[in-house]
């Protein structure tokens, strides 16, 4: 089987200088590949220039860049000749895009938003602001015992004043995925836009958005190995077009008069100023990666350390899986807690050990208000860990409750 | 600071405290303090009658960083003036940014200098200054 390992300089640095990282934290952020890495130095090396503004060589290099990053954006995800993809510069942009240029103008008084209890604050917050703003309700999909959303669920909620659902394809706090075909096809019956908050879908599944349908998907480049500063938002070119633009300035415009402006095409339209080439440039990279690995290899890959971090944490006394604790239907994401012990001590515990995870609520408070826990410790896995790093967190684990002065 | 520093005997026996685990009848002032990114979430309730503080409450929940220097707090705070334990946070805050750093301002914080060397658990910083935070909010509001 390939090393990824060695393709990550920083899981070497460590390596090398000791004891590796086991760095199980991958749900806030993966880390990067050489290949990442070199793309955004070439970019900056051989083709820095600023693309769109010059008629040289060099800037028609640095605008094949970023239309060619485009172009493979669109492939890797399928994106159906009626959708664009905009380069942003994280999930939490693309998606305040939407609210205030599509949600600002197409809700109005007494509409419903409707959303998981389980939304990312990214995917939550922009609504309740459109709501306050326009006076519209938002209502919620809540999760059954499992930590599931349930098509019985979205087919209570949906109603006919429901104008826009906005829900993530994969919680980042259960690893949970959601019926999206359900969802997708209840909303559009009744003639509501769907944006799909992808931020833990795109690094993990195959996304095909054609077949999916959303009229909206965002995410980040840096969940899946590409750098930080990269956002995508795809949309439907029906809605992107009817859509004011979101920031004004440079590169979004035709002409310029001074009492007035018209507005360049898309994706142009959403991309004012200067766009972060280097990260485009190692986003592509990114998405080379995984093509290179497979997505289908990937997943087998993450299923397998799925279910062996499923088996390990369900076997340590006093540890508590939050939501399901089953392998199907989720990716490797899992919550959960330590009797006794707060989630924030059990992190700077592991920390002596060198393994990295995360606690808190996750940017996801509403959901832990509704299940009931002040604060989880959340694990989470990515294609170049290993049983190694979840037998050290485990082990680890298993010491946290004599460090606050239980018995075992 | 090291682990067994940071989790010794006496922040254990804090963090578990009940002393003030409970909601006061007629609280008037009460103030809520979080940590959005680690979940630790207190409430202070006060009673302070002719300037002095009666009465603590202490609800909500959190680490046991957070949870220790809370009961330290109102341990230190209970019966004194509003102007004496806003003293006493401005003097911890100090300790913790090392602004205050003289021997006789640093007794008045008793048992609560054992967090003096928090900033070195950069992580840990903010759960040790929460309740203080809180407790100033507090006093300030009229
Ligand atoms: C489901 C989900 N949505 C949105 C976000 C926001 O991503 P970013 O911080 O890159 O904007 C995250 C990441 O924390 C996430 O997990
Ligand atoms: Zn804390």
């Not at chain 1, 993809?85 to 809700?107: C, D, P, Q």
């Not at chain 1, 986003?283 to 279910?307: C, D, N, R, S």
């Not at chain 1, 944490?313 to 392998?327: A, D, M, R, T, W």
């Not at chain 1, 989470?380 to 298993?398: E, M, Q």
Request: net charge negative; charged share 25%.
């Amino acid at each position: 089987m390939k090393d990824y390992r060695k393709d990550f300089p920083l899981l070497s640095y460590y390596h090398e200088k000791g004891r590796g990282i086991a760095y199980l934290d991958n749900a806030a952020t993966t880390q990067k590949p050489f290949s990442v890495l070199r793309a955004e130095e070439e970019f900056y090396t051989h083709k820095n220039a600023n693309p769109h503004r010059g008629a040289y060589d060099l800037s028609m290099a640095a605008t094949k860049v970023l239309e060619d990053v485009r172009e493979k954006t669109k492939r890797w995800l399928n994106v159906p000749k009626d959708g664009e993809i905009i380069f942003t510069k994280n999930a939490s942009e693309s998606l305040n895009l939407v609210a205030y240029s599509y949600g600002m103008h197409a809700i109005s008084a007494g509409d419903e938003i409707l959303l998981a209890v389980s939304e990312h604050h990214s995917n939550l917050v922009p609504w309740q602001m459109v709501a306050k703003a326009k006076g519209a309700v938002l209502s919620y999909l809540y999760l059954d015992e499992e930590g599931r959303i349930t098509a019985e669920e979205v087919k209570k909620k949906i109603t006919d004043k429901t104008k826009l659902v906005a829900i993530a394809q994969v919680s980042n706090v259960t690893g949970c995925i959601s019926p999206l075909e359900d969802i997708i096809g209840l909303a559009h019956k009744r003639d509501a836009v769907v944006v799909v908050d992808g931020t833990q879908g795109a690094p993990h599944l195959t996304v095909d958005l054609e077949k999916m349908d959303a009229d909206f998907y965002a995410f980040s480049g840096h969940k899946m190995l590409g750098p930080m500063g990269i956002g995508i938002l795809y949309g439907k070119k029906q809605h992107l077009e009817s859509m004011p633009p979101f920031l004004y300035g440079g590169d979004m415009i035709e002409y310029v008069k001074e009492q007035s402006a018209t507005f360049a095409p898309l994706p142009q339209k959403f991309e004012a100023g200067t766009q972060n080439m280097g990260s485009i440039a190692g986003f592509g990279a990114a998405i080379a990666y995984l093509e290179g690995v497979g997505m289908k290899k990937l997943q087998a890959l993450e299923k397998e350390l799925t279910g062996y971090l499923l088996e390990k944490l369900g076997n340590i006394p006093y540890v508590s899986i939050v939501g399901s604790s089953g392998p199907e239907n989720r990716i490797g994401v899992v919550p959960f807690v330590i009797e006794g012990v707060h989630p924030h001590d059990v992190v700077t515990i592991l920390n002596k050990d060198s393994v990295a995870i995360r606690a808190g609520n996750h940017c996801a408070q509403p959901l832990h208000a509704y299940l009931k826990v002040p604060a989880t410790c959340r694990a989470s896995v990515y294609l170049y860990n290993t049983r190694d790093d979840i037998d050290r967190l485990a082990d680890s684990l298993k010491g946290v409750r004599r460090w606050l002065g239980y018995g075992a | 600071m090291e682990l067994n520093e940071l989790y010794s005997d006496i922040i254990l026996e804090y963090s578990r405290s009940e002393a003030y685990r409970k909601p006061l009848k007629e609280p008037n002032r009460k103030e809520r303090g979080v940590n959005p990114s680690c979940g630790d979430d207190i409430e202070l309730e006060l009673k302070i009658e002719d300037g002095i503080i009666k009465e603590i409450g202490l609800l909500g929940t959190g680490c046991a960083i957070s949870q220790a220097s809370a009961s330290m707090m109102a341990e230190l705070i209970e019966g004194k003036t509003t102007e004496e334990a806003g003293r006493l946070a401005d003097t911890f805050i100090g300790m913790i940014q090392k602004t205050v750093s003289e021997e006789e301002k640093l007794e008045t914080l008793e048992e609560a200098r054992v967090f003096q060397n928090i900033s070195n658990m950069p992580a840990r910083v903010k759960c040790a200054v929460l309740s203080w935070h809180t407790l100033k909010e507090a006093l300030e509001k009229k």
